[in-house]
């Protein structure tokens, strides 16, 4: 799972620049096929103390066979 702030944002990056396929999505769930798994994107957490707070160490790793193409679109 990956947070965002933008949920709209996120999901046209996803679909149009990164090409994966949508499943459901909505302003507090979407997600994106990647062979068999799915990759969750959620708005970002509460804090609990009026803000914010991302997970901390979270990665997302991607294989390319066209990186120079891959990095003129992102």
């Not at 965002?4 to 499943?23: A, H, K």
């Not at 459901?24 to 769930?29: D, E, G, I, L």
């Not at 991302?54 to 003129?72: E, G």
Request: with cysteine; charged share 20%; aromatic share 10%.
């Amino acid at each position: 799972m990956v947070q965002t702030t933008d949920m709209e944002r996120s999901v046209v990056f996803y679909r149009d620049t990164l090409g994966l396929p949508p499943g459901y999505a909505s302003p507090y769930w979407s997600d994106f096929a990647i062979g068999s798994i799915k990759l969750g994107i959620h708005p970002m957490f509460d804090s609990g103390r009026g803000g914010i707070r991302p997970f901390s160490n979270t990665i997302v790793c991607l294989a390319t066979d066209d990186l120079v193409r891959l990095r003129k679109a992102i």
